[in-house]
């Protein structure tokens, strides 16, 4: 069950999916293929047959293109809170203990162990300031078989960043970027590129141009991803246009920090320019439809940044979201596109509440978290096809203390696929593998 293009559902029954020793699907044989019975009955005897069993079905992976690794602790704490006293009061203080490794790998191991549960098999990730940390973090996913795109969060101006966390200078924030760009590229075991150094600006208020300017030049050196925060808040959106003269977008864009392969978080106040200019360099959002209800009084204008040609994919934005499932962030997805297309207020007539024609349905919100999200990353996955990796997970329709409920009587494989991203949770979730590896396994 995938959505291999946007709206679009496919479904394959009794299909055999044959995945190659370097993780890649190499073809997938359909049940009118005369070449079924022969195929698996080699795998059979062979021992690498794979059957799923009553009730139980294949999806591909998420991917999450947007994490705060080391706020993992912090989760579904003070969302009462404005964006800046969040950070002031409990982000920054709990991101500077990453300073200590004990912690950090406890925290990190914790964090990627619940979201491979949960079916993420490809997570893009902010570490901290530190090089050491963020290291560890790299070890991690690997260790676990994550795919993981992390980055040494970047904060060099003293105006924005507090003085117990930041980096001390733009030369040792460049120069630490550059040697974790060098230590992912080197990681023993990364044969199949599961590790990609992620060039990591936090947001412009926390850098200097100076420093901007020369991540860029690194990003287009090393042609490493790159992932910020664009115009998540007021607050954020106005602050970049008094600094600059420009928007987040056209300011990134100068920086030289607006490539293929850059990942731009939430992205809630872009205009129709800026848009345009996303689309013509091909970087994608991260949209993180939980968190924009708690810090950003806004709600992403998804269906026109689409029909604008804009690569988008859904995060979670641990921990500014407090649900680490992207199951539950495609229903966010889902909710907060009908709400501005409806709009909220009932004390407005109802033809002037909403934003017509902003809404997106379920097929779409999963095509996000798969196949969107391995476009906005530029790389074969989120899709089960030949020449992507077979990064998968089983869904459980049986699996004991769920609300996922299957009804034979009424429901075809259509409403099956549609209870499974409405109702599935971590409990649904039996195996997952990353790249051909099972990386979890419930039984």
């Known amino acids: ?41 080699e795998a059979r005897a062979a021992g690498r047959l794979e059957v799923l069993g009553e009730g139980r079905y294949l999806l591909p992976g998420f991917v999450d293109l947007h994490i705060h690794a080391p706020q993992w602790p912090q989760l579904g704490k003070a969302l009462h809170l404005p964006l800046e006293d969040w950070l002031q009061q409990y982000t920054f203080p709990l991101e500077a203990r990453y300073a200590d490794l004990a912690f950090a790998n406890a925290a990190y191991r914790s964090l990627v162990d619940a979201l491979l549960a949960n079916g993420t098999t490809t997570a893009v990730y902010y570490a901290t300031v530190h090089l050491e940390a963020t290291k560890a973090l790299a070890d991690i996913c690997q260790a676990k078989g994550q795919r993981a795109l992390i980055g040494k969060v970047v904060m060099d101006d003293p105006a924005l960043s507090p003085d117990f966390y930041r980096d001390l200078s733009t030369d040792q924030a460049i120069a630490d970027t550059a040697a974790f760009i060098d230590y992912a590229n080197g990681l023993a075991g990364n044969g199949t590129r599961l590790v990609y150094p992620t060039i990591t600006p936090r947001f412009i208020p926390t850098c200097t141009d100076a420093g901007l300017k020369a991540l860029g030049d690194l990003a287009a050196a090393t042609g490493a991803h790159v992932q910020t925060h664009c115009s998540e808040s007021d607050w954020e959106h106005g602050f970049v246009l008094e600094r600059t003269g420009r928007t987040d977008t056209r300011a990134l864009e100068a920086f030289g920090l607006m490539t293929r392969r850059t990942v731009l978080a939430h992205a809630n106040f872009i205009c129709d320019d ?11 959002v991260a949209h993180c439809p939980l968190s924009n209800h708690y810090f950003s009084n806004a709600v992403f204008p998804l269906r026109r940044a689409l029909e604008k040609g804009v690569h988008v994919g859904l995060g979670t934005d641990i921990s500014g979201g407090h649900d680490a499932s992207i199951f539950s962030n495609i229903r966010h997805a889902v909710a907060s596109s009908r ?17 017509p ?18 476009i906005v990353l530029d790389l074969p996955i989120g899709l089960l096809a030949p020449g992507y990796f077979f990064d998968a997970m089983v869904i459980d329709t049986h699996a004991a203390d769920s609300d996922l409920v299957v009804w034979p009587e009424l429901d075809g494989l259509d409403d099956v696929f549609q209870r ?5 949770g971590r409990q649904n979730v039996r195996k997952v593998w990353v790249a051909g590896r099972a990386v979890v396994d419930k039984g």
């Open 274 to 284: 800026d848009m345009d200019a996303i689309h013509a360099c091909g970087a994608g």
């Open 420 to 424: 499974i991203v409405y109702s599935s």
């Open 357 to 374: 024609g902003s809404a997106v349905d379920f097929t779409e919100a999963f095509w996000l978290a798969t196949a969107g999200g391995g």
């Open 339 to 355: 709400a501005l297309a409806d709009g909220v207020d009932a004390s407005l007539p109802a033809d002037s509440r909403g934003r």
């Open 1 to 41: 069950m995938q959505t291999p293009e946007r709206g679009l559902v496919e479904i394959l029954e009794d299909a055999l999916v044959v995945v190659a020793e370097d993780g890649l699907i190499a073809e997938i044989v359909t049940a009118d293929d005369p070449r079924h019975e022969g195929v698996e009955a």
